[in-house]
């Protein structure tokens, strides 16, 4: 719809009209007709207009309150496990439930808080337009801008300074929550107890004190410790293991840490007699196998997936989430999908006295989407 030129004020007049009256002229100017515009307190400062930003403000800081307390549950409250006949295991157990009771409050005070200041301070006008084609003129565009101020200013969201504090500080906190819950886990010195299996240089495959670290399966219990003999796994059978040192057998806290570390996993295969014949092996690594038996990482290179299946027939290993295939005869290096970078090999060996498989060391390349680049 186009304007008469009549109706249209000169640049002077333009710049002399309040916002009022370019609200009004802006919406002639569009075809808008008001149809009920009505102000939601007429009245500046009843009692019931108090309770009503009381209520709005309440809601917010409740969003602050949870959202303050989400960060202080992530950082403090006791996430480090502990077995069930031990003191603190239920405050172990409540750290979970309790991340989602107080960001889960916190979104919902912020989005409470937001309706209903919509609905009790914002005017609920009622308004038929016709629409026109074109783009927007100089004078759309200085209408539009005074309609939008005047919307603000009826919303009386400039003079409700509780309101806006506490929705602030809300905003404030569930932001704060959420950006601990994206990051936290990123606050952590890498370089932090280096020579430590803790640390973020080493996995849980590391020796301690010259202990030998054999390889364990998960039985599902995580005191029952169950090593692996190479007789217990068939031609072409696959085997999930996890470290496993003799000073941790009775401790319940270390020998569920081992099962939970994420780079922890392991995937021992025991290949057919004539494919062991055709391994090409990576340079350095030659000695790595025992035998029949390759020892991979689960982690894939890629972007951290387990490398859950492998594929006896062709010998390749699979990861399900983005489809990368490495070839377990050529050092697990990668033939298809995304992954660039071969699934990092464990040395193992056997134990004269028990014979069981254990780890002759750590890794000594990246593990996963690893954050270094090791070289040795």
């Given at each position: ?96 439930p309790m991340l989602g009771i107080t960001l ?130 068939d031609t072409g059978a696959i085997e999930t ?15 569920f840490k081992a099962l939970r570390r994420s ?114």
């Amino acid at each position: 719809m186009s304007a008469d030129n009549s109706e249209m004020p000169s640049d002077a007049e333009l710049a002399e009209m309040s916002r009022e009256d370019l609200v009004k002229l802006g919406a002639k100017l569009d075809g808008v007709e008001l149809v009920e515009y009505p102000d939601p307190w007429p009245v500046e400062g009843t009692k019931a207009e108090k309770r009503a930003e009381r209520l709005v403000a309440s809601w917010f800081l409740l969003a602050a309150l949870a959202g303050l307390g989400f960060v202080v549950v992530f950082f403090a409250w006791p996430s480090a496990y502990v077995p069930p006949s031990s003191d603190g295991h239920l405050m172990y157990t409540l750290f979970t439930p309790m991340l989602g009771i107080t960001l889960g409050l916190s979104v919902l005070g912020l989005g409470v808080g937001a309706l209903l200041y919509s609905r009790k301070f914002i005017p609920h006008e009622v308004a038929v337009q016709q629409r026109h084609d074109g783009g927007s003129t100089e004078l759309d565009k200085k209408t539009i801008l005074a309609q939008l101020a005047d919307a603000g200013h009826r919303s009386t969201i400039a003079r409700r300074s509780l309101i806006k504090r506490s929705a602030g500080l809300a905003g404030g906190a569930m932001g704060l929550g959420v950006g601990v819950f994206a990051l936290g886990g990123f606050v952590r010195d890498p370089w932090a107890q280096t020579n430590s299996k803790d640390s973020l240089w080493h996995t849980g495959w590391m020796s301690t004190d010259g202990q030998r670290v054999f390889l364990r399966r998960d039985t599902g219990v995580p005191h029952d410790v169950v090593l692996v003999k190479p007789e217990d796994l068939d031609t072409g059978a696959i085997e999930t293991v996890f470290p496993f040192r003799e000073s941790e057998r009775g401790d319940h806290e270390a020998l569920f840490k081992a099962l939970r570390r994420s780079d922890n996993p392991v995937m021992l295969i025991r290949l057919r007699t004539d494919d062991a014949a055709k391994v090409i092996k990576h340079e350095g690594q030659e000695d790595y196998n025992y035998g029949e038996y390759y020892a991979y990482t689960k982690i894939c290179s890629h972007l951290g997936c387990p490398t859950s299946l492998y594929e006896q027939r062709t010998n390749r290993i699979l990861c399900p989430c983005h489809q990368s295939q490495f070839d377990a005869l050529q050092y697990a290096k990668p033939i298809f999908g995304p992954a660039t970078r071969k699934l990092a090999q464990l040395p193992i060996a056997v134990d004269e006295e028990t014979g069981y498989l254990y780890a002759r060391s750590d890794f000594n390349e990246p593990v996963g989407p690893a954050f270094w680049e090791r070289k040795s």
